[in-house]
């Protein structure tokens, strides 16, 4: 084989959105000769369905984990990959298995992320923002092969380019709760109330939910049903068309995940829960209450190990339940993406034992404050990344194979 190829690897539900898709799109356009592939590696919190979305991104080949599995740990590449003048670009999931990839294909490894994290065969670590790239810098001791640069933010340019959707009410309320199955399906019944209670406080009041293609159409059709609402709380609903409809009569519109980021921009306020989803608010300036439900703390997603405690039978519970509070209790930063990148709280965050009427006044109380939520609108728009992060990453990754060729 002939030519050059970037092969990313990702992993699961935010990444494939907030920064797979930017980077094919800003590799297009610079580049539409570049061979381009993906390389899904096992996740925790796949849903199965990432395959089918990254497919719809424009690119040249899809290797599903499944197939990584069979090839790359018996030092084998998977079908047509490989063998051109290349880049392993990790865009998310175990920095092990990325590397082991690079190895397979002897291509040069490198990494964008968020965190200062490094391996000793890494070639380049591209992170969204000085103060992690000094931090990097300090960790890799006498690593110095590993050249550390700040690329941006990528969520940002996910965001950027769509239009606001049209959206009659006022005010417009985005209910978010979140892309993985064993959380949503409490979150939707909990939402859907807190709706109730805004509607009948705030009568002009309209809502949308953005659904996750990540999520699946069992856990939507138990979420809206209530199957399991006694966990948190909630209400019952059912669909009808695009909209969901709560017992009290609230319609919900449910928005395709191709219009989520228009949606978004059309905002008023979102209600949220913890994760990459409180990056892409923030930076489409829109105010947010962001709520982290200990009432059940084992259906909490975690990380690594701690996903995996809540597996081991009869004491998979328990264990699941204290390794969460653990983290939470010590968490000394906020639990939200653009608190934690502001010199301030901007996002009203609310962790703990939490009920429907709680969560309603938070959200009730923000949307009736005109000055509240400009205040957020305005530290958003001072604080949060700007979009040009997958160009420059793009044109400079283009540079190094041009150069190598």
Not at 133 to 162: C, F, I, Y
Not at 267 to 276: E, F, Q, W
């Amino acid at each position: 084989m002939t030519g050059r190829e970037v092969v990313m690897v990702s992993n699961g539900p935010g990444e494939l959105y907030t920064w797979t898709q930017p980077m094919v799109r800003a590799f297009r356009q610079l580049d539409p000769s570049v061979h381009l592939t993906l390389v899904l590696i096992p996740c925790q919190f796949a849903s199965g369905s990432e395959a089918e979305i990254a497919q719809s991104f424009g690119l040249d080949r899809v290797v599903t984990p499944g197939e990584f599995m069979r090839t790359v740990p018996a030092g084998r590449t998977p079908d047509g990959v490989g063998g051109r003048q290349g880049v392993v670009l990790q865009l998310g999931g175990s920095v092990s298995l990325a590397a082991q990839l690079a190895k397979t294909l002897r291509y040069p490894f490198e990494r964008y992320a968020f965190t200062a994290v490094t391996h000793p065969r890494l070639d380049r670590l591209h992170v969204s923002d000085d103060a992690t790239a000094k931090k990097a810098r300090r960790g890799l001791g006498l690593r110095r092969k590993t050249v550390v640069e700040t690329a941006g933010n990528l969520v940002a340019d996910a965001v950027e380019g769509s239009q606001p959707a049209a959206w009659n009410g006022s005010p417009r309320v985005l209910l978010v709760p979140g892309s993985r199955d064993g959380f949503a399906v409490v979150l939707i019944p909990f939402m859907l109330a807190v709706a109730d209670r805004i509607k009948a406080a705030l009568p002009d009041a309209t809502f949308a939910w953005p659904v996750s293609r990540l999520l699946s159409e069992a856990t939507v059709a138990r979420g809206v049903a209530g199957d399991e609402r006694d966990a948190l709380g909630g209400t019952t609903a059912r669909v009808e068309g695009k909209s969901v409809i709560t017992e009290a009569g609230t319609v919900i519109q449910m928005v395709d995940e191709n219009e989520r980021h228009a949606t978004i921009l059309a905002a008023d306020a979102a209600l949220t829960i913890p994760g990459t989803n409180t990056l892409e608010l923030g930076i489409a300036n829109l105010p947010a209450v962001v709520m982290l439900p200990m009432n059940e703390p084992e259906r909490i997603p975690l990380e690594g190990v701690g996903h995996f405690l809540g597996l081991i039978p009869l004491i998979g519970k328990p264990l699941k339940r204290f390794a969460v509070r653990l983290f939470v209790e010590k968490l000394d930063q906020p639990i939200s993406l653009p608190n934690r990148i502001s010199s301030e709280r901007i996002y009203r965050e609310v962790a703990g034992i939490l009920s429907v009427d709680q969560i309603a006044d938070e959200m009730t109380n923000l949307l009736s404050d005109p000055d509240a939520l400009a205040a957020q609108r305005t530290a958003l728009e001072r604080d949060m990344p700007k979009p040009g992060a997958s160009e420059r990453l793009a044109r400079d990754i283009l540079s190094r194979l041009a150069a190598e060729a």
